[in-house]
Structures are given as C-alpha cells and as structure tokens.
C-alpha cells in the first residue's frame, strides 16, 4: 500500500471518504461532493442517523454524476477533541472498514476544521499511521488464500491542506511502524521456525541499517557464569543464545559518544512448555509468544536505527526454549548465576525471570547504562491485575515509572505502576539458596518483579514492564489486527525521543 499525502480536491475514481463532525455536521470536502451527487449523502446520513462519533461510518455505493466507487463518511467525533490517537484510531477504522471491499484506491478527504489549535498535518500524518498499523497481516503460511480475501488497497491518498509537513512527519512514523511490524512478526511466527538461533539470525539483519549485533552461544555464556538462563535451556535441543545490538547514533561529544545511555533488555523464551512443571495442554500454543519482550527490544533497535536517533542505546536478548526433556532442569535445583547469587528452582515454569537474571546482569557489568528497562511476558497474574489493557511497570525510580506513564498515553501502550515494597521480598526466601524463583500465588506479578530487582545494582535507574497481558492480542483493534500487537515499540520510542535523546 503506497500511501501519499496531496493538496485538497475531489477525486474522480475509488473510494472518497470524507469526514463528519460530532453532531452530524458535514466536513467541507463532504458538504462539496454532496452538491455533485444532489445531496445523497446528507440523506443517506440522515437514514442512517449519523452523528458523527468517532469511527461511525456511512456509504454511498456507485454514486450518480461521478465515477466513484463509492463514498464513505467517518465520523471524527468533536473535531477539536480529535488527538493523535483517535487520528490514528480514524486512519484504522477506515483501512478496516474498506480492506474487505476490494477498492485499489482511496482517498481520504481531511479537510482543516479550525484555525487555531489543532494541527491538521500531523493529524493528516497520524491518519495515515493507523491505516498503515492496520493493514499488518502475518499471511506467509496461508498458501490458499482466495485472491479477493485478499487485501486490495494499493494506494490511500490523504487529501489534505499541509501535504508536505504531514508527509515529513509520517516518514517518522513509518519508520517506528517499521519496528512494530518486526516485532509483530517475531511474535507470530510459530517456535518450529522461531528457536534462539534463527531468532538471533533475524537480528543479524539489522546491521543493514547500523546496527552492531553479537552473538553468543552457550559456551561462552558458561563461561561467564550464566548458570540461572541456561539451566532453562538445558531441556532443550536447541541452543540457547544472548543477543546484543548496540546502536550507537549519539553525535559528536568526544568521550560521552562512547557511553550507554540506555539498555533494554528483553525476555525471549521462543517456547514456554513449562518445563518439568510442565502446563497444561489446552492454551499452550500462546507460549511460543513467550519471547514477546525479545520481539520488542529487536523491534525498538530497528525503530530507532532506521530513525538514526540521536542516542547511544544497546538492547540486550536472552534467548532459550523451555522444554522438558532427561536434562531439563529439576523442580528443587540449585543455580548460581552471572551476578553470584544462587537461586532455588521450585517452578520450572517461573523461567523468563531466570533468564532475565543473568541477561540485567551481564547488560549492566558490559555496558554500565544509567537506565537499564526490561520488558517480559513474566507472569500470568498481570493478566489477572490489568487484562489486555495496560501492561504493568515495576520500577526503583519514580520518575521512570512517571515518564514511561507519560509515553503510554501518548501512544496508546499504556501501563500501570505497582508497588516495590521491600515486604514482599519474604516472599521468595529460600531454605537453602539467596532466593526462590517463585513468591507463591498472591502478588504474583510483584515477587517475580521484585526477584529481578536482586540483579540490579545500586546505582542503575531501571524498570521492569510485564507484558503479559499485551503482546499478543485475541480480538481486531482498530490499529491492530489479532495477534501480535506489537507491544512496547512504540512506547519506548516515545520514551527514548521525549527524554533521552540528543
Ligand atoms: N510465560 C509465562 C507467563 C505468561 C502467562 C505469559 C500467560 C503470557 C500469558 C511464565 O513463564 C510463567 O509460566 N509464569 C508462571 C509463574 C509461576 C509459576 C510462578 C505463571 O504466571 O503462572
Ligand atoms: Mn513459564
Ligand atoms: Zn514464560
């Protein structure tokens, strides 16, 4: 889909769609094709009670005097309510709305509603973005598909005043939308074909766009202690990898260009079976989304490189299958990890926080960032606390938690803070080792964040997001179709570019 941004004027072929107002007022685009079709779409408006809330939509098929296919009014809701996100939640339902009915092109009339505040550009810019996060579709094992299931928009023109600054602004957003697209196909792909190695070769890609990734495999891992990830992987036929990509965009400032700013660190279990606390059957086919925290850092990487943001960040990988199998390791097995400290393993399906473990551990004595965030499908309970609406941060700086908050909002991944009280540390005490990977059913989400807190160092600013809830997701959005949502890319992005940057 070939999306362009073009000067105000009716078109004469595809689809036309115009806007209306909360309230059911017609745009002046609408009002304009209304008189050249002797008022059919104020009526049909009026037939099928049109009031103009946000995402509300009428056709008019073949419409006489014109060799449109058809025109669509959407409403905007109020017009100078209308942010950044309903623009994208606009650009989204129009995409769905029109993908099944075969059109080749479509131009959307967004006309400039007032003068002062709103910026009817970087609307325009916005409109485009979601139509163009909701033609994702992860299609490449479907090998039957009827060509007319098929989606047919090949170009979706933006008709609006300030083409060219909604242009520039969306060639930003494309870029970002770039990055949710990989992490959305790193999630959905099935763990047969996505293992640690084939993983981390799809990061090997990134260094097209300057990116620097290395590569480690289990050898060198033991030889530097990681004993907490790879005794998740050691049931596993396939080797358990640590992925580091490094992108290093900081311009100039002699010695301060050299240093880390940022890490982000990612859980990647390409499959949860559980292990020898094996989960039951039903449902577990979700695990092979169980590397959504690695999808997104990779996803975040090559937002910000193909954006060339002026950072210095690393994201850092951990990746293993949890499988049982006559090594896999035991329910009541001692570990020692990267950082010292020993753990007691009395679930083997509390894995991700074993392998986060030894991945903060090595992220923070090889790089020493002042901010370090890890994002995990870590525990069912966020699902139990916050459903598929927000994902949940755990952090040691409140003004982390604030600024994350704030990225959030602005781009729709939103989260929650939790609390970090040192009480609940009682919770994963052990008999016979520094701690336990599990702290029990209460509070779940909470003892696993606060086992990650072990391997933080005192002077590291850091935040652990639970991405449980969101990085798949079971129903159509209007930026998203079901599945892999994305999750995280856009949110730290915002972060990084509002905050860090520069
Ligand atoms: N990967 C799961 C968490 C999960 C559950 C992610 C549902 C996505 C959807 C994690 O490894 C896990 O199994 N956690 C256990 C921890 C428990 C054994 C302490 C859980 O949440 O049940
Ligand atoms: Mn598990
Ligand atoms: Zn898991």
């Known amino acids: 889909m070939k999306i362009s941004f073009t000067k105000p004027g009716l078109p004469e ?12 007022e017609l745009s002046e685009s609408a009002k304009a094709i209304d008189k050249v079709i002797n008022g059919s779409l104020a009526r049909a408006a009026k037939i099928a009670k049109f009031k103009g809330k946000l995402g509300e939509l009428v056709s008019v098929l073949a419409p006489q005097g014109t060799k449109l296919e058809r025109i669509v009014l959407i409403g905007t809701g109020k017009p100078e309510k209308l942010d950044l996100l309903g623009a994208e939640k606009l650009g989204g339902t129009i995409y769905m709305a029109l993908s099944a009915k075969q059109p080749r092109t479509v131009s959307i009339a967004f006309d400039q509603f007032d003068e002062g505040e709103s910026r009817v550009w970087e609307q325009a810019a916005h409109i485009a973005n979601g139509a163009l996060l909701r033609s994702f579709r992860f299609d490449k094992y479907r090998t039957k598909e009827e060509a007319d299931k098929k989606p047919s928009i090949r170009a979706l023109k933006i008709l609006t005043p300030s083409g060219g600054r909604a242009r520039k602004a969306f060639e930003q957003l494309e870029k970002v939308a770039g990055g949710v697209f990989l992490t959305r196909n790193l999630v959905s792909e099935p763990a047969n074909i996505l293992y640690p190695e084939s993983f981390a070769n799809i990061c090997q890609e ?28 050691q049931g596993s036929d396939r080797e358990s990898k640590m992925v580091t990509m490094r992108w290093n965009g900081q311009q100039g400032k002699g010695r301060k260009a050299q240093s880390t700013q940022i890490a982000f660190v990612g859980k990647g279990v390409t499959f949860d079976t559980g292990g020898i606390s094996i989960k039951p059957a039903a449902g577990m086919e979700d695990m092979k989304w169980d590397m959504g925290g690695a999808g997104a850092v990779t996803g975040l990487m090559k937002a910000l490189a193909s954006r060339k943001a002026n950072i210095n960040v690393v994201g850092v990988i951990g990746l293993v299958e949890n499988m049982p199998d006559g090594q896999a390791q035991r329910p009541g097995d001692v570990v020692t990890s990267m950082s010292g400290q020993t753990i007691e393993v009395i679930n083997t399906d509390a894995e991700g926080r074993l392998v986060l473990a030894d991945a903060l551990t090595y992220t923070q004595k090889e790089f020493a960032p002042k901010t370090v965030i890890n994002l995990a499908t870590l525990t069912g309970a966020i699902l139990v606390s916050l459903g598929n609406e927000r994902a949940g941060v755990f952090a040691n700086d409140d003004e982390l938690a604030d600024r994350l908050k704030a990225a959030g909002e602005k781009t729709g991944d939103k989260v929650w803070p939790f609390p970090m009280d040192a009480a609940y540390d009682e919770q994963i005490k052990s008999q016979i080792a520094d701690m336990k990977n599990t ?39 209007p930026t998203c179709p079901k599945g892999g949502t994305g999750y995280g890319v856009r949110l730290l992005d915002q972060l990084v570019a509002d905050y860090y940057e520069g």
């Not at 072929?13 to 059911?24: A, F, I, K, N, R």
């Not at 086992?451 to 590291?460: A, G, P, V, Y």
């Open 206 to 233: 990134l260094t097209e766009l300057g990116v620097e990734v290395d590569v480690m495999g289990e050898a060198e891992m033991k030889k530097l202690g990681m004993g907490a990830l790879l005794g998740v992987g």
């Open 13 to 24: 072929t595809g689809v036309l769609v115009v806007m209306g107002y909360e309230g059911g």
């Open 439 to 477: 702290g029990g059913r209460f509070g779940g989400s909470i003892t696993a964040a606060k086992f990650l807190e072990r391997f933080i160092e005192k002077e590291t600013t850091w935040a652990h997001i639970d991405i449980a809830g969101m990085a798949w997701s079971q129903a159509d959005k």
